[in-house]
């Protein structure tokens, strides 16, 4: 299996753009996750769905966020307008069964000028 | 208080030592305890999952939960220069509520 992708792997863009970040979980896994890594706030989990349904986005940080789910095998993840602040790693990650165990996709490098 | 402490080193040991990481938490509903290994610029990979209290081996790699001290341990014996990343533990509560701490980089002296 290839693991979980996402795409793209690096983005730059300028404020107020939108930024539209995918993701395609392990077949088979029932759960996606999204994250988002920063040196000063660490690993943050934004929002997690279960057979496609999401179950909690008390991490979304504000309205500029979305994500959805339309299939088994893709997500994404859309910030709009995207704001200097929204720089960081984005990782997507998928785990079957029990949500303890996830399995981390390369991340998306997205600095917003 | 942070829902999760953890130290963020660097932690800095040579080859062949014991290295043991830490975190403390402070919400008692946690029961399942992860250990992940990022290694720079790549995705955190899971090394241990344990539920409740107790201890849990992989190969080099022991796992301790003590919940009545809100604390848990990775220990890793034989440490090699491929262990040199950052570790972050996880902790989860029935309700799915996934918390991280925020790290701790160890380096790996050969």
């Known amino acids: 299996d290839a693991g979980v992708i996402q795409s793209p792997r690096h983005e730059v863009t300028e404020m107020g753009q939108e930024v539209t970040l995918r993701c395609k979980p392990i077949?088979?896994?029932?759960?996606l996750f999204w994250y988002r890594q920063t040196m000063m706030r660490g690993l943050e989990l934004l929002i997690y769905?279960?057979?496609?349904?999401?179950?909690?986005d008390s991490g979304m940080p504000e309205d500029r966020f979305s994500a959805k789910m339309p299939n088994a095998s893709f997500s994404t993840l859309k910030i709009q307008p995207s704001e200097p602040r929204d720089s960081a790693v984005y990782f997507c990650?998928?785990?079957?069964?029990?949500?303890?165990?996830?399995?981390f996709g390369p991340g998306t490098r997205l600095l917003v000028l | 208080q942070k829902e999760v402490e953890q130290d963020p080193g660097p932690l800095s040991v040579p080859e062949g030592a014991i290295v043991s990481l830490n975190c403390t938490y402070s919400?008692?509903?946690?029961?399942?305890f992860m250990w992940y290994r990022q290694y720079s610029r790549k995705g955190p990979e899971l090394l241990m999952y344990?539920?409740?209290?107790g201890n849990k081996e992989d190969g080099r790699f022991t796992a301790q939960v003590d919940k009545s001290s809100k604390y848990i341990s990775l220990f890793i014996r034989d440490s090699q220069p491929s262990d040199s990343a950052t570790y972050l533990c996880?902790?989860?509560?029935?309700?799915?509520?996934?918390?991280f701490g925020p790290g701790t980089r160890l380096s790996v002296l050969p």
């Open positions: 077949s088979g896994h029932d759960y």
């Open positions: 919400n008692s509903a946690f029961q399942y």
């Open positions: 769905f279960n057979n496609n349904v999401p179950i909690d």
């Open positions: 996880a902790m989860e509560d029935y309700g799915q509520n996934f918390v």
């Open positions: 990650a998928s785990s079957s069964l029990s949500p303890e165990t996830q399995y």
């Open positions: 344990t539920y409740s209290s």
